[in-house]
T-cell receptor, first 114, second 110 residues
Framework: KAGVTQTPRYLIKTRGQQVTLSCSPISGHRSVSWYQQTPGQGLQFLFEYFSETQRNKGNFPGRFSGRQFSNSRSEMNVSTLELGDSALYLC???FGTGWTGELFFGEGSRLTVL | GEDVEQSLFLSVREGDSSVINCTYTDSSSTYLYWYKQEPGAGLQLLTYIFSNMDMKQDQRLTVLLNKKDKHLSLRIADTQTGDSAIYFCAERVRDDKIIFGKGTRLHILP
């Protein structure tokens, strides 16, 4: 079955702009989590959506937001981009309940902010 | 609090064993995980251990858990060049949130 798909794979933005990233989970998975990966901070948890509701949230400013649709696809948005937002944004899907916790990751969207 | 710590780099000779260590702070962790990330790819689950176990073996991989010290280790026997990657330790905490360490980059020496 198809894996987790993230689009776009690469994008370049300038400071002050906003960006929307998309994630299509594995069929049947109801949970989507987002992580930010940078060389200095490693993998940091942004938020998790389960059945269209935000279930968990990390310690990121309000400029970072997300949503999940009824088909479990998810989007995350970053407004008023800053240079420090340059990172690999990883999406992971899972069943979200009654499971061992294994996350299935996409290949990521690499955002460069100039 | 929720924090996972691991060393950033490890160099090992091909054929030797690699041991990657991790410490975590949340005593309510139910599962602990090791993920592998190869260049240009997302993370992939290697193995996991339930918090009431102290050891799990899966082919070349051995996971040891010391719950008292909140210490987790991953041993890779007979390390090969294909094992070169970043290894992430992770814990599942309350509300099913999964927290990752910063990753250990494993470098294989010929």
């Amino acid at each position: 079955k198809a894996g987790v798909t993230q689009t776009p794979r690469y994008l370049i933005k300038t400071r002050g702009q906003q960006v929307t990233l998309s994630c299509s989970p594995i069929s049947g998975h109801r949970s989507v989590s987002w992580y930010q990966q940078t060389p200095g901070q490693g993998l940091q948890f942004l938020f998790e959506y389960f059945s269209e509701t935000q279930r968990n949230k990390g310690n990121f400013p309000g400029r970072f937001s997300g949503r999940q649709f009824s088909n479990s696809r998810s989007e995350m948005n970053v407004s008023t981009l800053e240079l420090g937002d340059s990172a690999l944004y990883l999406c992971a899907s899972s069943f979200g309940t009654g499971w061992t916790g294994e996350l299935f990751f996409g290949e990521g969207s690499r955002l460069t902010v100039l | 609090g929720e924090d996972v710590e691991q060393s950033l780099f490890l160099s090992v000779r091909e054929g030797d064993s690699s041991v990657i260590n991790c410490t975590y702070t949340d005593s309510s962790s139910t599962y602990l995980y090791w993920y592998k990330q190869e260049p240009g790819a997302g993370l992939q689950l290697l193995t996991y251990i339930f918090s009431n176990m102290d050891m799990k073996q899966d082919q070349r991989l051995t996971v040891l858990l010391n719950k008292k010290d909140k210490h987790l280790s991953l041993r890779i026997a007979d390390t090969q060049t294909g094992d070169s990657a970043i290894y992430f330790c992770a814990e599942r905490v309350r509300d099913d949130k999964i927290i990752f360490g910063k990753g250990t980059r494993l470098h294989i020496l010929p």
